[in-house]
């Protein structure tokens, strides 16, 4: 017997105990200690087979890291069929979560109890996939075609009292999974329950799969997983028998495993779990955070306030007047009210947060007890600068002074404070409440234990946070200004904003750059193109002026009804403002520039070899930690497909080779925007990929 499957007599009850922590993933050792247990308890003359998890969990799925690697027998598929084939009783105690292949054992097994905290789901479409050992097949048989369609083409968890009523599971107890298993495992036999085989039950009737497969494949964006998964259960409807639909999933699941979109999720699911993993703050602990301060009551600051007191700290708000501070706390409200409304506050709760938790201040001496303070006022050098000052005047010992600028020097920020240790940047997505990135920007004397501040509030605050250094735009907005000067460059030489946008929005993006910044707002770009103008621009960057003319004709985007496109008839009907052409074509003949035609497909190689080249300076020059710390940056912050699994990732299932080369070529056209980031020719040459790098970072 394997260790990861303990073996018990008890009785006439065989116990299987799944031990294989932290999740008891579906391992090769997990599935031939189930294969070698099955076996024994039919041999040692068992009635009835008990199977649960120990520790925090039943199966929470096949183990992710044999994706990718020759697959060793016993597959899951064929023990699924294994255990339904018993001739024994065969039950399930799930507690924690029988995810994907561990629901597919459940599945296989004859009757599922449950705690009332369990949740079970199919959620292999997030990782590329879909239920390749037989969840297709045998989750429409109980129950019925619409439940299994949402369940596995959105992966969702469903809790024990709903997959009760679903069916999914036949009971629910509250109780440890070995007690509760044991206890229900003899009530069945004492009542001479069946064998209950899920293959034998009745194909379900089928429903208009040609419509689903549609509608699914659109709201997946290009994403293939979801809608492929429901011609799998087609199959289980309409195959004509349950092995041939067993065989169909068959098809269809290595089709999807041998994809780069398997690959890409695989990668972000990694990633997500490695980017918070810094050696250097391993032991550090952070500072106690129970009070916080948000300078500023606008959009950012209102959404950081909101998200702060979500997470249960209490928040002075800092404003210039009582107007302002009413404002924001306006604000403040209307963001919670999204919450009430979603059920996810109690009505007296809103009164708690907007009342007890939340103090209104127009005076710095108001933060002077606060853990911890973040600025979120205009984004100005010198403005910065003041409200640091006051800030180092007025808060207690070992205060954590946090900036939420998007772009500027923390560090010169620092140096206006006699405490620049206590200083870092912490970078907030709009609307701060609902995105989940949140870049920890550690600066030159940032404390250990002021980085790993940031972490624990970002933790708290329900963020993904990733580790940047300081630099004009930190990671992803120094990442962002590359990207879109190649886009405003190919609209200069031929192509239009509504051509990129669609093609990036083919490509995957939630949304192309114009159609994004519509929605930021063009007057951000514009006081950052004035500001970098004033500062001096390269002689040799190309630079055009006509989005500025858009800007000084008043359009700032969806908030002034106008920008790239025209608002009028609703931010979806996304009809291309009739001015923007004529500007863009006024620019091109000043500058001299017959236009050309653009394919889709070059409009996106650019666009994403712009991307992955300044994504490799970030890295090479130590911005970001890793790879990986960029391909989540932009998955979280910037609307990146996912099942591409971020730029460095996509560039790795390019060819590094392909595309230093074509860098190369366009360097030729503009040698100052395409020089080859240094770490991309050094990969190339030694032949290794951004991936390497992750793991040698591990
Ligand atoms: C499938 O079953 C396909 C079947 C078809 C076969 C033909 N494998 O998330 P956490 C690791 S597809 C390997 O931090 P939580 C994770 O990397 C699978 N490792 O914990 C982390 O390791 P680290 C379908 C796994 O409590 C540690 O466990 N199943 C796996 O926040 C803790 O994880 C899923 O998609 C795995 N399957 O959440 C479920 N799962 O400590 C995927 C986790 O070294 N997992 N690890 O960083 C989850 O959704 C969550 O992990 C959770 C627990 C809800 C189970």
């Known amino acids: 017997m394997s260790e990861a499957i303990g073996y018990e007599l008890h009785g006439d009850i065989a116990i299987l105990a799944a031990n294989n922590p932290p999740v008891n993933a579906l391992g090769h ?19 009835a087979v008990l199977i649960y998890g120990t520790g925090r969990t039943y199966f929470a799925g096949a183990d992710i890291r044999e994706f990718g690697k020759p697959p060793k027998e016993p597959h899951l598929p064929e023990l699924c069929n294994r255990i339904e084939a018993s001739p024994l009783l065969v039950v399930s105690a799930i507690h924690g979560t029988a995810l994907g292949g561990g629901l597919e054992v ?3 097994t004859h009757y599922r109890i449950a705690v009332p905290t369990a949740k079970v789901g199919l959620p292999e479409v997030h990782l590329g996939i879909l239920p390749g050992a037989g969840g297709t097949q045998r989750l429409p048989r109980v129950a019925g075609v619409e439940a299994a369609l949402d369940m596995i083409t959105t992966g969702r968890h469903v809790r024990a009292d709903e997959a009760l009523k679903l069916g999914v599971i036949d009971r629910v107890v509250e109780g440890d999974p070995r007690e509760i298993g044991l206890a229900y495992v003899r009530e069945l036999l004492d009542e001479g329950a069946p064998r209950r085989p899920v293959s034998e039950m009745p194909a379900p009737a089928p429903v208009d799969f040609d419509a689903v497969y549609a509608a699914v494949l659109k709201k997946g964006r290009g994403q293939l997983s979801p809608a492929t998964a429901v011609r799998a259960v087609q199959a289980a409807c309409e195959a004509e028998s349950f092995a041939a639909g067993l065989k169909r999933e068959r098809d269809l699941f290595m089709d999807l495993m041998n ?13 997500d779990r490695a980017v918070g993993k810094l050696p250097e703050l391993d032991g550090v602990a952070p500072r106690p955070l129970a009070a ?27 404003e210039m007047t009582p107007e302002a501070a009413e404002a924001a706390k306006g604000r403040i409200e209307g963001n919670l009210s999204g919450a009430l409304k979603r059920g996810k506050l109690t009505s007296q709760q809103f009164d708690n947060l907007t009342t007890k938790a939340l103090t209104l201040a127009t005076d710095y001496a108001a933060l002077s007890e606060a853990d911890l303070v973040i600025e979120a006022v205009f984004e100005d050098m010198e403005v910065k600068k003041q409200v640091f000052t006051k800030l180092d005047a007025v808060c207690k010992q070992g205060a954590v002074l946090a900036s939420n600028t998007s772009y500027l020097d923390i560090n010169q920020i620092a140096a206006v404070t006699s405490r620049p240790q206590d200083v870092l940047g912490l970078h907030f997505f709009s609307p701060a409440h609902v995105m989940k990135l949140l870049e920890v920007v550690i600066a030159d004397q940032t404390a250990p234990d002021v980085a790993a501040t ?4 970002g933790k708290r605050l329900g963020k993904v946070s990733v580790r940047a250094g300081v630099c004009d735009g930190f990671i992803g907005n120094r990442i962002l200004s590359v990207y879109r000067t190649c886009a405003d460059h190919m609209i200069l030489d031929g192509a239009s904003p509504y051509e990129i946008d669609d093609a990036l929005e083919e490509f995957g993006f939630a949304m192309g750059p114009f159609a994004v910044a519509d929605l930021a707002g063009l007057d951000i770009g514009w006081a950052v193109r004035k500001r970098k103008r004033a500062e001096g621009l390269d002689p040799r960057a190309r630079d055009s002026a006509y ?16 920008g790239y496109y025209d608002y009028a008839a609703g931010a979806k009907a996304r009809v291309p403002n009739p001015e923007v052409m004529p500007l863009i074509e006024g620019e091109r003949a000043q500058q001299g520039i017959t236009p050309r035609a653009f394919s889709k497909d070059e409009i996106v190689r650019r666009y994403m070899a712009a991307m992955v080249n300044e994504a490799a300076k970030v890295v090479g020059e130590g911005i970001a930690r890793r790879p990986l710390d960029v391909d989540v940056t932009l998955l979280y912050g910037y609307g990146f497909p996912r099942y591409r699994g971020g730029p460095l990732k996509w560039a790795d299932l390019q060819g590094l080779p392909e595309l230093l080369a074509d860098i190369k070529r366009w360097a030729a056209e503009d040698a100052y925007f395409w020089q080859p980031a240094p770490l991309l020719e050094q990969l190339v040459a030694e032949g290794r990929s951004f991936d390497d790098l992750n793991k040698e970072a591990v």
Do not use: N, P, W
Request: aromatic residues 4%; neutral net charge; glycine residues 20%.
């Open 29 to 47: 050792a997990v599935r031939q200690g189930l294969a070698d247990g099955m076996a024994r308890a039919e041999a040692e003359g068992a009635r």
């Open 106 to 108: 459940a599945l296989g």
């Open 259 to 271: 994809s780069d979109q398997r690959e890409g999720l695989i990668h972000a699911f990694f990633a």
């Open 292 to 318: 916080i301060g948000v300078i500023g009551g606008g959009t950012m600051g209102a959404g950081i306030a909101t998200a702060a007191l979500l997470s249960g700290l209490t928040v002075t708000m800092l």
């Open 454 to 457: 940031g972490f624990a509030l």
């Open 547 to 562: 989005a500025d003319k858009l800007c000084e004709a008043g359009h700032f985007g969806q908030k002034t009804g106008k």
